[in-house]
């Protein structure tokens, strides 16, 4: 198996230190003095966007993207409406995007096969509704079709059908926005929770708006987690996890797993911020491999590692769960294999949801390619659940937690279970 490596492209923005900016803030006009989103006057802040001021010559005040020492790049703003602020097919903003592009020629160069793309859809300014970025985003398409047609493209941008349609293969769902991602995962009551009392109706109704403007041209992908939100078993306990992985695996799209999460990896509490990390600190901590020194990660003192650890005695590990055959990481491994032994279970297979009803368990919906048909059942609540099915239930695939039944049309569902079933 060939592992193919993507890396995080950060288009928006560069640090304070990065030698562009140290130009750009000089009051002498020069090749970087458009390179960022500039007022005209100190006494000026770029509206709906942070900035920062009075520390250079240059009379004007910086946009950043996020942090004081992120300034933004410009690539032109969509609508126009102050003085500097500059179209996108100004100099300024061209220029920034062919020295993006040779960043990524660069790296594609050296071998990596693509780019996790971070904040994808926030490079143009005033642009409600994405349509100057998408236009943006086409114009790299282009550009890599020509040179790197096989570079993969991945958006932080969780609007897949803004992102599809600027040529991305995959866009990914994210924890903020419209998708209602955290209905599933990490909100007050999660649909995966074993109390049974959340809502997976609004998340199914965007994800199929979503599923259909995108018209299979590209993937919708639903992460377990990544280094900006919470980790899954913060929110989500034992069993449910494995409940939860079996939903994200047999869903359509890239499967997207966050490293740890796969071994049930907790959220470390109570850390200091690290790198601007602040309340994401806990999801960043080093890799828990196994019962030696700093859990395998490193050999260095402790005090020495980047982040603390998670230091409960029960920890997981990579080497413990790979010795347990009832653990997450096997059932994941499980999940897996049956993934890829089915096409209507893998990533463009298609979907039809059968039941998603509001505040009510389970979740079930029916995947497809050609005659194949699965269907999937999840429910996370700890009761026996039931409801109406027009697929009938066939040959069990894969259980957690009990197969379900069926009886004159009513389906009923083993509490905290999880299954696929050929339809008949």
Not at 141 to 152: G, N, V
Request: proline share 5%; glycine share 8%.
């Amino acid at each position: 198996m060939r592992l193919h490596v993507l890396l995080d492209l950060v288009p928006g923005h560069t640090s304070v230190q990065h030698k562009w900016f140290k130009e750009s803030m000089k009051a002498e006009k020069n090749e970087y003095t458009d390179r960022y989103v500039w007022t005209d006057s100190i006494w000026e802040s770029p509206q709906n966007m942070g900035s920062i001021r009075g520390f250079s010559d240059r009379d004007g005040t910086c946009a950043v993207n996020f942090f004081s020492h992120q300034p933004a790049l410009n690539y032109g703003f969509y609508k126009c409406e102050r003085p500097w602020q500059q179209p996108m097919d100004a100099e300024g903003p061209k220029a920034t995007l062919e020295a993006m592009k040779d960043v990524m020629r660069f790296w594609l160069g050296m071998g990596c096969d693509g780019f996790r793309v971070d904040m994808a859809g926030s490079l143009v300014k005033n642009d409600e509704d994405g349509k100057g970025t998408i236009k943006l985003w086409q114009n790299v398409r282009e550009f890599l079709d020509r040179e790197f047609p096989e570079a993969a493209m991945v958006s932080e941008w969780g609007e897949p059908d803004k992102s599809i349609q600027g040529g991305f293969h995959m866009d990914f769902l994210l924890h903020f926005g419209p998708s209602h991602y955290n209905d599933l995962f990490r909100c007050e009551e999660p649909f995966f929770s074993d109390r049974g009392k959340g809502d997976v109706s609004e998340f199914v109704a965007k994800y199929k708006e979503n599923y259909e403007k995108s018209e299979k041209k590209g993937l919708i992908c639903i992460p377990s987690g990544n280094h900006d939100m919470d980790r899954l078993a913060r929110t989500i306990k034992g069993d449910n996890l494995k409940i939860a992985f079996a939903f994200l695996l047999s869903m359509p799209g890239a499967p997207f797993i966050y490293y740890g999460d796969e071994i049930g990896m907790r959220y470390v509490e109570g850390l200091t911020s690290v790198e601007g990390g602040y309340g994401r600190t806990g999801s960043r901590s080093p890799m828990q491999w196994d019962s030696t020194t700093n859990a395998g990660f490193s050999s260095a003192p402790k005090e020495a590692l980047y982040i603390r650890q998670d230091e409960s005695a029960d920890r997981p590990t990579a080497a413990a769960e790979m010795a347990d055959e009832n653990s997450l990481w096997h059932e994941i491994n499980r999940l897996i294999e049956i993934r890829q032994s089915h096409k209507a279970l893998l990533s463009k297979g298609e979907i039809e949801f059968v039941y998603a009803e509001k505040n009510e368990y389970p979740l079930a919906y029916v995947r497809s390619s050609g005659d194949e048909k699965i269907l999937v059942i999840i429910n996370p609540a700890d009761r026996e659940v039931s409801f109406e099915s027009n697929p009938s239930l066939g040959e069990s695939i894969y259980s957690f937690g009990g197969k379900a039944s069926a009886e004159n049309g009513i389906i009923t569902v083993p509490a905290k279970s999880a299954g696929f079933y050929t339809v008949k």
